[in-house]
């Protein structure tokens, strides 16, 4: 079945800087990667995705990219702000279609 | 738009008890995927359903575990005779038909197993 890896498990940046986080998957047949941001004892929360017919997108201070190829793609954050701190989840649609299958998430930290 | 109700938010229960556990999708939303997080851990698939059928059910454990999601009403996920390895959050998440791999998730049910 499908694999997703997801890494770095925790990154700490300063206010203003940018925090990229980047994620493998296995399935060639995969064709839509959202992102996830979850708050402690909250609900995941999509903030961004894209499909595979699309290379780049981007919603303000956030960008995704994808490279089909080498079957990995990442979330870029610009201008951090503290409120940007929270477990960031990557996924891939399976084989099957809906069902997604989630990276094990990073922890974002954002200091003044 | 109240968006996808899940309750209980929290559920307390001892090994050999029955967990209920329902799902209340967004307004307009066909479909329901239910989904298991450990703690500092990612989300697990468990089942997804549409109304009055279950779809993919690949990722529900084999025994004391099922799912409906009936014409009428919210969807369950139920677990009998719990044990304390199925302590663990339980989300739900919708998509509307057209779009089912937009999903967008409740707040969660806590299950603690004492």
């Known amino acids: 079945g499908e694999n997703v890896e997801q890494h770095p498990s925790t990154l700490s940046v300063q206010e203003g800087d940018s925090a990229v986080i980047k994620c493998t998957y296995s399935?060639?047949?995969?064709?839509?990667f959202p992102w996830y941001k979850q708050e402690l004892g909250k609900r995941p929360q999509l903030i961004i995705d894209?499909?595979?017919?699309?290379g780049e997108k981007k919603d303000q201070r956030i960008a995704v990219t994808l490279n089909k190829t080498a079957k990995h793609f990442s979330l870029h954050i610009t201008e951090t702000q503290p409120e940007d701190s929270a477990v960031y989840f990557c996924?891939?649609?399976?084989?099957?279609?809906?069902?997604?299958?989630f990276g094990k998430g990073t922890s974002l930290l954002v200091t003044p | 738009n109240a968006g996808v109700m899940q309750n209980p938010r929290h559920l307390v229960r001892r090994r050999g008890q029955e967990a209920r556990l329902r799902c209340s999708p967004m307004k307009g939303h066909s479909h329901v995927y239910w989904y298991r997080q450990l703690p500092e851990e990612g989300l697990k698939f468990m089942v997804y359903?549409?109304?009055?059928?279950?779809?993919?059910e690949s990722g529900m454990p084999k025994e004391r575990f099922s799912a409906e999601f009936p014409k009428e009403g919210p969807s369950i996920l139920r677990i009998q005779q719990v044990v304390r390895g199925d302590s663990a959050a339980y989300f739900c998440a919708s998509s509307p038909q057209g779009s089912e791999e937009t999903q967008y998730f409740g707040p969660g049910t806590r299950l603690l197993v004492l």
């Open positions: 399935d060639s047949a995969s064709n839509y």
């Open positions: 996924a891939a649609s399976g084989n099957s279609g809906y069902a997604l299958n």
């Open positions: 894209i499909r595979s017919n699309v």
């Open positions: 359903l549409q109304k009055e059928n279950i779809i993919d």
